[in-house]
């Protein structure tokens, strides 16, 4: 990385500056006062740093790369910046002096896209028995019925039910998760077919089976996964109406179950339970910041500001406003939520230092929009085997699952944007001239919608290009993206959120590729081309980053990613997955700086934040972090032995590594 010494004038201002404020508080007697009284006035100003960082290696990710070896924080934010000898001189006498013995130094990551409240419910309910006795609720346990066939699953979830029912007695809540084999692959052939399908076959796990099973509790079963499938019975339908307004499955589920009904009114409880999370799972990696759609969970956004309210919030979250409008059904109509919208107002960027909103979302937007322009390769029989795959895919788009095999064709699925639902939320949002972002995408096809919708309110006058750019418009997973669309997306200063475990495995990218060929190689998440178009795509996760046992494990990601997400960043430099020694077009590898950027300051750009976020500069935010070793010059297959020592927010030590 390049080293810019940063210019005496820095040095000579804060010089000047700390004289005249000896100046103004004195008369031209007092001007001739002893060093200590100076001093002494300085204190009671509140003038000297809080937090001097020294022998530092710092890279402060600013626009021209600089590098120092101090810097200075004093109320939460950086004072100033230099050399070791220069940012001693500003010591005062309670200002602590943090040692970084020659370590890099970076500005706090962030994560463009995760859930730690989702993710929190399986570690403390599930992996971890840590909500149960500390809320005194027994029943907020999630139990794991397991097997190596689907006939021992089922036999398992019986006797885990009639288990809790005994245990708790009637009227409490019962939470089972299904696992099978060793890991999730495994799990997902053995336990999703025990669920009706979206394309309305039968399943063994019904909800008549599970009245029969829990006739007096609530009962809910999931899946492993967090995408996959999953049913409750009658009970939990009328505990669900009863306290929710309306019946609740899938992801929304996980959340409201926990924390609107087990939980309800007890938002102590309920911040609790996240800060623990954000805590043990986003600190240590080094993340001082977070993005999320928020919605279908009050007691989320209660949480969050229960803990800033009391300076207990320990990270910064960037929140997207979410719509759950299809879970209302019939309830719903586009034309009412183009009424919201409107009266909605745009309040992007609007809130304080550790909450703020970043824009408008419908994650889950692409059902019925997904398609693709690649072609089947062309094998003996191809033609009869896919379309009966690709109506399966076809079922599953339109009930929002994750896809697997072919594609629909774009060309002969003759898609209506303006009958999908999803296309129709979006647009009425960026019709109201909202920043729309936090948007799915997994097909070229998607893209294409966007693109449509996009220039259709141009074509119209609705919007100028340089709305568009403005809005900053962020997709998310991206696996799969055209080569042509790619140029789009720099021109629109679109700003794609990458987690790269998409484009292996059995579905999503990596199915893509095993069904398309080579001949989407190129399609595959790229990166560095999206930044040679002018676009700044960002790191994210999507993931809990924590050692899962393979039943608590949300995502399907290499063994070597678990907890750790400097080997996240280390694909995106290679190119090279641990755990199947592919590597994924070598010329899509960043470049350390690049990357360093799509985790930081590009980052801060997607989140409405540079401002105050996304690199070291005077007058910004203290949010940075210590790694042990040199990250833009350790060798880059060594990148996922880096180790986060240090995590600092606002000049706060957030986390501390034994070995600091």
Known sequence: MPRVKLMMKRLAFWTVSIAWMIWFVGTPAEAQQSTSESDRKLELLNAYPDLLVVNGNIATMDDKLTEVEAMAVRNGRILALGTNQAIRFLAGPKTEVLDAKGRRVLPGLIDSHTHPHVWAVEHYMGEENYAAPKYHLPEMRIVYAKGKDKLEVLRSLERAVLQRAQELGPGKWIWVTLFGGNNIVESRDITWPLFAQGGGAGGTITRDLLDTLAPDNPLIVFTSEAIGPDEHNTKAKEEMIKVLGYEVSGLTARTRVPYDIMLRGRTADIADMLKHELMTCLLPQGFTTYA??????????????????????????????????????????????????????????????????????????????????????????????????????????????????????????????????????????????????????????????????????????????EEVRALRIGTEHNPIIRPDQVQKMGKYNMMPSFQGYQVQGDLKGGSFMKTYGEQVLSWIAPMKTLVDAGAHPVLSTDMHMFKDTPESKPMDIPPQWDGNIWAFIEFFVTRRMPNNTISYLRSEAMDRVSMMKSATIWGAERALNEKNIGSLEIGKLADFIVIDKDFFTIPEDQIHTIKTLLTVVGGKTGYKDSNF
């Open 292 to 465: 999320n759609h928020y919605y279908g969970a009050p007691s989320i956004m209660k949480a969050h500001n229960y803990l800033y309210q009391r300076g207990e919030l320990p990270v910064r979250w960037a929140w997207w406003e979410g719509t759950l409008w299809a879970a209302y059904g019939d309830k719903s109509s586009v034309d009412d939520l183009r009424f919201f919208y409107q009266n909605l107002g745009d309040f992007r960027g609007i809130g304080n230092d550790y909450i703020w909103n970043a824009g408008i979302s419908n994650e889950a937007w692409e059902s019925g929009l997904t398609c693709t322009t690649a072609k089947l390769p062309r094998s003996p029989g191809s033609e009869n085997a896919s379309q009966s795959v690709e109506g399966l895919a076809s079922s599953a788009a339109s009930a929002g699952l994750v896809l697997t095999g072919p594609m629909p064709d774009c060309a002969t699925a003759q898609i209506n944007y303006d009958k999908e639902v999803g296309f129709g939320i979006v647009k009425a949002g960026l019709e109201a001239g909202l920043r729309i972002g936090y948007l799915h995408g997994y097909s070229d096809g998607t893209y294409d919608a966007l693109f449509h919708m996009i220039e259709q309110a141009m074509a119209e006058g609705k919007l100028t290009l």
